[in-house]
Structures are given as C-alpha cells and as structure tokens.
C-alpha cells in the first residue's frame, strides 16, 4: 500500500523563482497537512486541509507561500517569489478517521 | 513562542540501556501526545500515543509516560538498541483539532 507521495525530493533552485511543491495523501484519508522542518524552529504546521478545505493557515508564513488541494488525492504548496529563508525539508502527511499523521519522504528545497 | 519543547538536542546511549527522550509543553489545554521517530531522508513514523486521561502507555520496548501537573512527558526505550538511533519529536494535540505542535527533536545514538 503506497504511503504519502512527494515530489520533488529535492529542488535547488535560485532566488526569486517559482516553486512547487507536489503531494498524494493516502488514499481514503481525509486531513492533509503540510509542514516545514528547519534547524531553528524544528517542525511546524503550515497548513492542513479537512476534506479539501483548508482549515487553519495560520502558520503560513507570509503571502509568499500558498497551499491548493483541488481534489482529494492531490496539493500542491507554493511559494512565489522563493527566498534563500525558505530553504528547509517541506513534508506533507495525511491522516484518516485516527490521529495518526502519516509523513511523506520531504521535499528538501534549497533557494540560492 | 513553542509550546512544546525538547531541551535536549541529542543523546547517546549504550545497547541495551535505557533511553529517556523528555518533552515539555506549556499549553494545559493539551490531551493528546504523541511520539515520532524519524530516520535521515525519511519522514517521520508514528511511535507511540498516550491520551490525556492516562499517565502511561506502553508497546514492547517503548514506555510513554505523562506528568499533567508538570506538563511533563517522556518516552523510555527498553533496552536500546543500534536500530533506536534516530530524530525523535514530541507533539501534542487538543480537542482533536488535529492540529499537531511538535517539538524540536533529539537525536538519539545508540552505540553498539
């Protein structure tokens, strides 16, 4: 049984370009969660989505970054224009009727 | 301002003792805590869980325990081993909004 999918699992990219970042929940779960992971703030929420609606983005860090989930078995996370700040691991995890989140590999992104 | 802290940033322990991963958090609204463990290039995996309601929960070799008066938890594995070292985060959760804050991690070396 597949798990969480993301890709890329790695982007290098340079200052000022678009990124994207792709995920597939597990399939029959309903909450999808993306999550930022750096050295100085450890893993924090992004944003999650219930049922495709997103629910709290709270932790979004500025208008840069934007989060779809257009059905539900895919989102993407955008960032636009990409700063050299924003380079850290981007793990999407989904999670059904239980409170277990189930992680997928990363995205580690760096922005030169 | 994290709300659930690991003060910790990484321990080391010889096979077969025991390991004591701790966790703080501040917020008392919190009733549900989990354990993750996650390997290099890998997103992190559910270990273990314990509800507010508790103050132990055990699965094989990993014991979690929860002080609610010293907003305390801590995660004991018995005896180590090799395959035990990894990042291990903390989180916790309310009112099953299912909005996670995790901790910032300890890495956990065990020595053969």
């Known amino acids: 049984d597949a798990g969480v999918i993301q890709s890329p699992r790695h982007e290098v990219t340079e200052m000022g370009q678009e990124v994207t970042l792709r995920c597939k929940p597990i399939?029959?779960?309903?909450?999808l969660f993306w999550y930022r992971q750096t050295m100085m703030r450890g893993l924090e929420l992004l944003i999650y989505?219930?049922?495709?609606?997103?629910?709290?983005d709270s932790g979004m860090p500025e208008d840069r970054f934007s989060a779809k989930m257009p059905n539900a078995s895919f989102s993407t996370l955008k960032i636009q224009p990409s700063e050299p700040r924003d380079s850290a691991v981007y793990f999407c995890a989904s999670s059904g009727q239980g409170y277990t989140q189930y992680f997928g590999p990363g995205t580690r992104l760096t922005v030169l | 301002d994290q709300q659930v802290k690991q003060n910790s940033p990484s321990l080391s322990v010889q096979e077969g003792r025991i390991s004591i991963l701790n966790c703080d958090y501040t917020n008392s609204m919190f009733d549900y805590f989990l354990w993750y463990k996650k390997y290099p290039a890998e997103g992190p995996t559910f270990l273990i869980s314990?509800?507010?309601?508790?103050d132990k929960n055990e699965d094989g070799r990993f014991t979690v325990f929860l002080n609610k008066s010293a907003k305390h938890l801590s995660l004991h594995i018995v005896p180590s081993q090799p395959g035990d070292s990894a990042v291990y985060f903390c989180?916790?959760?309310?009112?099953?909004?299912?909005?996670?804050?995790f901790g910032s991690g300890t890495k956990l070396n065990v020595k053969p």
């Open positions: 314990i509800s507010s309601i508790k």
């Open positions: 989505f219930n049922n495709n609606v997103p629910i709290d």
């Open positions: 989180a916790a959760d309310y009112s099953n909004f299912n909005k996670f804050y």
């Open positions: 399939s029959g779960h309903n909450s």
